[in-house]
């Protein structure tokens, strides 16, 4: 069973993340997605400096991303098709509530930047986790949409840059398991060095 929600346990290890583009409304309410939010805020982060942000894109915005990334295809593809274009108009409507989510690294501070980007992706972990907590499937997606300066410059601040988007609302369809690593290949005792 995938999503097991009836414990904490089994719904980390049966986790599934939806896919954007086969998920349904609605996403949360208000107060589900400050719920949502306060645990992806919940997260290590060596320096207490909340190197991330959330930003959320209302449903009756949706037409103004699609026209965003309309121009940004436009700018930084000359080659796009009708059929990129196509494309990019269907991922701003997926369905679901959207989270922009924003790695906001303090540069120059002692704390390296890798470390503050790893604390951005337990964000997004703890995002996904909240979510499907409450009942939801959410998919976290990135796509040419999070490394195009246009977009980037329409969410973020100088210095931060987009670590996805994270769709949240209901498969169209049931979920299907993916391979997983068989733990045996990512787990092995530590062999110490000879000295
Ligand atoms: C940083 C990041 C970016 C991703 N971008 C995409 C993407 O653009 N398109 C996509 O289909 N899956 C993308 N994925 C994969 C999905 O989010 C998801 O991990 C995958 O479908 C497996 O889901 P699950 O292991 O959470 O069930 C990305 C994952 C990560 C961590």
Same mark, same amino acid.
Request: hydrophobic share 40%; glycine share 8%; aromatic share 8%.
């Given at each position: 069973?995938?999503?097991? !929600? ?5 719904? @980390?290890?049966? !986790? &599934?993340?939806?896919? $954007? /583009?086969?998920?349904?409304? $609605? ?14 805020? !919940?997260? $290590? ?16 915005? !949706? ?16 080659? %796009?098709?009708? %059929?990129?274009?196509?494309? %990019?108009?269907?991922?701003? +409507? ?59 410059? %329409? ?5 931060? +840059? ?15 398991? &993916?391979? /997983?690593?068989? @733990? ?7 062999? $110490?060095?000879?000295?």
């Amino acid at each position: 069973m995938l999503n097991d !929600r009836s414990s904490i346990l089994t719904l @980390l290890q049966t !986790r &599934r993340s939806g896919k $954007p /583009r086969e998920m349904v409304g $609605p996403g949360p309410d208000e107060e589900e997605m400050a719920q949502i939010l306060t645990a992806a805020a !919940r997260v $290590p982060d060596h320096g207490k400096l909340f190197p991330w942000r959330f930003v959320t894109v209302a449903d009756d915005q !949706r037409d103004a991303l699609a026209l965003l990334f309309r121009q940004a295809l436009s700018e930084e593809d000359p080659c %796009a098709t009708p %059929a990129h274009h196509e494309a %990019a108009d269907q991922y701003a +409507r997926f369905g679901g509530s959207l989270v922009v989510l924003v790695s906001a690294p303090v540069q120059g501070h002692k704390i390296p930047v890798w470390e503050q980007e790893l604390s951005c992706g337990a964000a997004a972990m703890n995002l996904l986790t909240a979510a499907h907590a409450l009942g939801f499937v959410a998919g976290w997606i990135t796509g040419w949409q999070s490394y195009s300066e246009r977009v980037r410059q %329409a969410f973020c601040g100088p210095g931060e +840059r987009i670590a996805g988007f994270i769709f949240i609302g209901h498969p169209a369809r049931e979920l299907e398991e &993916r391979p /997983r690593a068989p @733990l045996t290949t990512v787990w092995r005792p530590w062999t $110490p060095p000879q000295l």
